[in-house]
């Protein structure tokens, strides 16, 4: 009853910067909690940054004070403002939502970001 589209991903060279964004239509309003993951070729998906109804945030700590996490009510949309790209973020990255029972998890297409030397 979710759906989260994800967006902004690209190539850019090392030190440059990029937003992501992921819009959720549906039953927006069961939603608890979203975040943001991303996978690397052979590697698993981990916890990018999440960030809570109530806006509390957590953030992995290869991206702590290069990323940050925001969202517009409005628009049912959670960004990620990735600043000081590295080649080792490059990634697909996923948006994810949490149902409000903690039952249910949602999870986007992904979008790939690709950082050049």
């Known amino acids: 009853q979710v759906q989260l589209i994800e967006s902004g991903g690209g190539l850019v060279q090392a030190g440059g910067s990029l937003r992501l964004s992921c819009a959720a239509s549906g039953s927006i309003f069961s939603i608890s909690a979203m975040g943001w993951y991303r996978q690397a070729p052979g590697k698993q998906r981990d916890l990018v940054a999440t960030?809570?109804?109530?806006?509390?945030?957590k953030y992995a700590d290869s991206v702590k004070g290069r990323f940050t996490i925001s969202r517009d009510n409005a628009k049912n949309t959670v960004y990620l403002h990735m600043n000081s790209l590295k080649p080792e973020d490059t990634a697909v990255y996923y948006c994810n939502a949490i149902r409000s029972d903690s039952l249910r998890v949602w999870w986007g297409q992904g979008t790939q970001v690709t950082v050049s030397s």
């Open positions: 960030f809570t109804r109530e806006g509390s945030t």
